[in-house]
Structures are given as C-alpha cells and as structure tokens.
C-alpha cells in the first residue's frame, strides 16, 4: 500500500531523514520506534506532505505521491492523526467530524462506523472539541482522519497524555482496523508495551536512518526495546 525509497529530508543544513527504504502493507500495522528527535514525526509529516522531501519517492496504493500537496494526498486516500491531536476546539465534536468530510460532497453523512468504533462521540456530538478530556479529543482526532475512508492511516504517538482506559481502546480500534485488510496503518509511538502489542512490522530509527527491521512478533527477541533506551 505504501512504498517509500531513498527518502532524504533536511532542515536547513541538517540531514534530517537519511536515505530511507520501507513498505506498509495493507492489513498490517508498521511501527516506527526511536527516542526523541530521531526523525519519526519529520518522517510522518513527510508521508503527508506537510514537510517537502529533498530526494526520494512516495508512493500510495501503486501511484507516486511524491508530489501532491497534503489535501491530495487525503483525496487520494491518507489519513493523519498529527501529534498533540489538533482538534478544533471551538468547533463541536460533529463539526470536526465533517472537518474530514471537506472534500466529499456537501451532505455526506458521518460514517455511523465511527460512533460503533468511538461511542462516546455520539453521546458528545453537540460538546466542543476544546470541552473533551485528552483521551476523548484523540478518539475525535482518529476517527476524524477515519471519516473519509482512507486506505493509509499515519498516528504519531496516540497514547501520548492519555489514560490507560482509554489507551487500551484506542489500541483495539487500530487492531480492529488493520484486521479488516483494506488499510495500512503506520504508527509513530514512544510507549514500548503499546506498540509491541500492535506491531505486524516494527522499524527502528536512529540519527535519521532505519537501523534495525523486523517482524513484530521478534520485536522482543531482537532487541527493539533496548534500542529505545540506548
């Protein structure tokens, strides 16, 4: 579903992303592992086109996107949950629902899916985004890159601040998903335990470069989680 070869990216002088080779196939979830400031979120904002690539190619379900604007990129079918979740929070939780509709035709209604997947937005439809707890705006923020269908779904660090209830349910949604076989997922994550459980595909980064690979299942035996407290 996603193809991604010799990806290089920099800020300034900086070589930011180095040269990065790898694939998210449909119905698996890819996690990418690495402390801070290894280049995971740059690397995310760049399979979104919010940050242009210097060299390399992205390609999405057999087309090259390497190219397209963010908003193309949605049509053509991505979906992005950025870190720190960047709800509207002024905008009621149907509002920022339709927010992932925009470029479907006006009236489309909300996938009912949605609520089956996050009920305490039905039961929060006419609550302001700002109004929700932490988990419950990240719950708002999946299932507003969910509305469009897309068939590649990026989360950077969905656990981040939020409650173990809650963690634990936002896990079985993106395993419920990845199991339905009609989506890539690719998840950005610090919490070991919650990526481990998740992972079809682990990749872990360092310094801009993917230093180790895996299947999830070998992620302990291999040694992934010593790598993210080097």
């Known amino acids: 579903m ?8 920099y800020y300034g002088g900086s070589h930011i992303l180095r040269g990065l080779d790898f694939e998210a196939r449909q119905g698996e979830v890819t996690v990418v592992l690495g402390r801070n400031g290894v280049g995971k979120t740059t690397l995310l904002k760049s399979l ?7 060299t390399g190619t992205i390609g999405l379900d057999g ?8 908003y193309e990129r949605v049509r053509k079918g ?4 950025p870190q720190g979740r960047e709800i509207f929070g002024r905008l009621t939780v149907e509002e920022n629902l339709r927010m992932g509709l925009a470029y ?11 609520f089956e997947l996050f009920p305490i937005l ?8 700002g109004d929700l707890s932490g988990g419950q705006q990240q719950q708002l923020a999946i299932a507003r890159a969910l509305a469009a269908g897309p068939k590649l779904l990026i989360l950077d660090e969905p656990t981040e601040g939020i409650q173990p209830s809650i963690i634990k349910d936002i896990g079985r949604v993106i395993r419920m998903l ?16 919650f990526a481990a459980e998740l992972a079809d595909q682990y990749l872990v ?3 801009g470069e993917i230093v180790q690979r895996g299947r999830g299942a070998d992620m302990e035996a291999e040694g992934a989680r010593q790598r993210m407290s080097i």
Not at 104 to 114: F, R, V
Not at 179 to 193: C, K, N, S
């Open 2 to 9: 996603l193809k991604v070869e010799g990806l290089n990216q």
């Open 48 to 54: 979104m086109g919010v940050v242009p690539i210097k």
């Open 63 to 70: 087309q090259d996107i390497t190219h397209d604007t963010p």
């Open 78 to 81: 991505v979906g992005y949950v």
């Open 104 to 114: 479907k035709p006006g009236g489309t209604p909300i996938p009912a899916e949605l």
């Open 122 to 129: 039905k039961q929060f439809l006419h609550r302001r985004g």
């Open 178 to 193: 990845a199991d339905r076989g009609d989506m890539a997922i690719v998840l950005v994550e610090q919490y070991y335990d």
């Open 205 to 207: 980064m360092e310094r």
